[in-house]
């Protein structure tokens, strides 16, 4: 069965440094993952996905992620932290199930970014 | 390019009353639709997808339905509501095939008192 796990509820940095949210997955098959942002009272913004292509993806915003098989992981960062980058993020595996492809969301991790 | 709308963008409503939430989609035609709702400090938990107009499958047990009357709008309506029905509520599309991810709408706060 396929999930994700985020391995960190809650990241404290200060600004200009860099971010590292955590994520390891596990999927029966070659997964499409996904990170998303949602600021407060805020839908949710697709930051990157990757869908087997090149392992590094580069998003918005300056952040990437890279996939690793080896170590069933796709950790995301950001070599700068902006105040602006403070905000829940999902990490996400996507899955084919009744004609869609469904959604796993991970349990999130709140960013902080301290001045 | 594609635009998700929801409507409304808060709601207050008593135990009991009914509940109708709308989504529509611009710029694409027959797009996968979706409910999720999220509680507070959770999560998201998808409610409902459909395929096509009139297509609707349930994910979970619950006092909510949906309907599909229009190829890009999406209604998520309940007779009575209960207090567990407050949440975050987020509509979302995806294209009908590849991988590409879903794409959501701003959300419905909805706080049933």
């Known amino acids: 069965a396929q999930s994700v796990t985020q391995l960190d509820s809650h990241v404290s940095v200060s600004e200009g440094t860099p971010v590292l949210l955590r994520c390891n997955y596990s999927?029966?098959?070659?997964?499409?993952l996904f990170w998303y942002v949602q600021h407060p009272n805020k839908g949710l913004q697709l930051l990157l996905k990757?869908?087997?292509?090149?392992?590094l993806v580069k998003g918005i915003n300056g952040f990437e992620a890279e996939f690793k098989k080896s170590e069933t992981s796709f950790h995301l960062t950001k070599p700068s932290a902006h105040m602006s980058d403070a905000a829940e993020y999902f990490c996400?595996?996507?899955?084919?199930?009744?004609?869609?492809?469904?959604?796993?969301f991970g349990a999130g991790t709140r960013l902080a970014v301290h001045p | 390019s594609q635009t998700i709308h929801q409507w409304p963008a808060t709601l207050v409503q008593p135990v009991g009353s009914p509940l109708s939430l709308e989504c529509t989609v611009e710029?694409?035609?027959?797009?996968?639709l979706y409910w999720y709702r999220q509680a507070a400090g959770r999560g998201l938990q998808l409610l409902f997808y459909?395929?096509?107009?009139?297509?609707i499958s349930s994910e979970v047990p619950q006092n909510l339905s949906a309907s599909r009357p229009q190829d890009r709008q999406f209604i998520l309506s309940s007779k009575k509501l209960l207090l567990s029905d407050s949440g975050f509520y987020l509509c979302?599309?995806?294209?009908?095939?590849?991988?590409?991810?879903?794409?959501f709408g701003p959300g419905t706060r909805l706080t049933v008192l």
């Open positions: 990757y869908t087997s292509a090149a392992t």
């Open positions: 996400v595996v996507s899955v084919l199930s009744g004609g869609y492809n469904k959604l796993i």
């Open positions: 979302a599309w995806s294209p009908t095939s590849g991988s590409v991810g879903q794409f």
């Open positions: 710029g694409t035609s027959n797009p996968n």
């Open positions: 459909s395929v096509g107009i009139g297509q």
């Open positions: 999927s029966s098959y070659s997964p499409s």
